[in-house]
């Protein structure tokens, strides 16, 4: 028996490694869109407040 656990914790570990390199393997790139819109509009609105005023 003891055997057997020698065995099965190493391939639980392997398991536990697979998914998680399946997880930091993901994509990613749904919420960078949405961010570089949101940046784009800030240098937007940024670009507006400093391009009328004058002062020091």
């Not at 490694?17 to 961010?35: F, K, L, P, Q, V």
């Not at 819109?37 to 002062?55: C, L, P, V, W």
Request: glycine share 8%; hydrophobic share 55%.
């Amino acid at each position: 028996m003891a055997s057997l656990a020698w065995l099965l914790i190493p391939f639980f570990a392997a398991i536990g490694a697979a998914i998680w390199a399946s997880w930091a393997a993901r994509n990613r790139t749904s919420g960078d869109i949405s961010e570089l819109a949101g940046y784009a509009r800030f240098r937007e609105a940024m670009e507006k407040a400093h391009s009328g005023s004058d002062a020091v």
